[in-house]
């Protein structure tokens, strides 16, 4: 899909949409089984990574609005009873279509199978959930993450001139199916150079609810471990990655061992135009939700669309359609980019100590 320009503002509460405003007149205009399309989103947290609050709300919002179809986005914050309990708030007041992004698949699953029950259409959004029934998974191919992940960190690793460098690895939750496919992804890469003893591999953990307090103890344990030989950092988000520079930077380590992520949020940014991260991944988030927008607004009039792409679900045996949208591997050479495409603004970035930072990475 091509890229367009997207638009990025700080987000508050919803006033249009919000349960508040729904209020219980969520379904009083309903006539018979004529039901009035209503879009019912729950997003899983807002500490694992600034996205969901950050860009996904407002992406998901601004599609809505557009369509003039009433909606009611909730986050879950990572609470799984909070999740069920949304869940179910939301099919009492007459979703007509409902997105989900896990918190686990157990969870997922019953909530997808009693919205089913219920007559309501359903969509994975960003995670696939393992063994569920949703009529459709949005999300980017998180598998190619991985990969210019492990590419990404290959690269930095050669360009310190770092000879066989030990690797660490902090992935995502292990709740989590994207966090799965993208270590296939980053293995992909660097499981050969473990194969061939032109890497060493070193510790390798998944970070519980990509919690980045514990991932900053997790690291910290590994550098103990290892007798502070970590040469590279595979971490599979920002936050994460953000948790394993704080702790390098207490032993005066970072700079000097490449970390990646994954978001490209302004912390990340910063942290690669100050040469603390090797490197992040930007996924279009704003494509993501149009393209799950679409196709919840069909489903709660009632129509189907064609999406020309389907995943297998390995836990449940079926091809789900799907729309898998194309992620890009950002350095400092192209931190710009991300600005440019209005996905977070140069006064986010380019604060304090990174505005000359900016200026030399070429930002304007």
Do not use: H
Not at 327 to 344: C, L, Q, R
């Amino acid at each position: 899909m091509r890229k367009g320009l997207l638009t990025f503002a700080a987000v508050g509460l919803l006033a249009t949409g919000s349960m508040a405003a729904c209020g219980d007149n969520s379904g009083g205009d309903q006539a018979g089984s004529d039901k009035t399309p209503k879009i019912g989103v729950i997003l899983p947290d807002s500490k694992s990574s600034a996205r969901w609050e950050g860009a996904d709300r407002k992406f998901l919002e601004e599609a809505f609005k557009a369509a003039g179809v009433q909606y009611d986005i909730q986050n879950a914050q990572g609470d799984k009873t909070q999740f069920q309990t949304i869940a179910d708030q939301m099919i009492t007041n007459g979703v007509t279509a409902l997105m989900i992004v896990n918190l686990d698949s157990g969870t997922g699953k019953a909530v997808l199978d009693k919205a089913k029950s219920q007559g309501v259409a359903t969509i994975d959004y960003d995670r696939l959930t393992l063994g569920g029934s949703a009529q459709y998974y949005v999300s980017f191919d998180n598998e190619a993450v991985g990969k210019l992940q492990g590419e990404g960190l290959s690269k930095c690793l050669t360009d310190k001139g770092v000879k066989n460098p030990v690797v660490a690895y902090l992935n995502g939750s292990p709740t989590d199916n994207n966090a799965t496919l993208f270590k296939n992804g980053y293995d992909s890469v660097l499981k050969p150079k473990f194969d061939s003893k032109e890497y060493t591999k070193g510790p390798d953990q998944a970070v519980p609810d990509w919690d980045n307090a514990q991932a900053a103890t997790i690291f910290e344990q590994m550098l103990t471990q290892t007798g502070g030989k970590i040469d590279g950092v595979l971490a599979a988000n920002d936050g994460l990655g953000n948790a394993a520079i704080s702790v390098l930077k207490k032993n005066k380590l970072n700079g000097k061992v490449p970390v990646t992520g994954q978001d490209a949020t302004p912390q990340g940014l910063q942290n690669i135009l100050a040469g603390d991260q090797c490197m992040t991944v930007y996924k279009a988030i704003k494509e993501e939700a149009k393209a799950a927008a679409d196709l919840a607004i069909a489903l709660a009039k009632g129509e189907k669309k064609e999406t020309g792409q389907t995943v297998k679900d390995p836990e449940g045996g079926r091809d789900v359609d799907a729309v898998l949208l194309t992620p890009k591997a950002i350095y400092k050479e192209n931190v710009k980019d991300v600005i440019a495409d209005g996905f977070v603004t140069k006064d986010e970035v380019c604060t304090g100590a990174y505005a000359q930072l900016c200026t030399d990475a070429g930002i304007s």
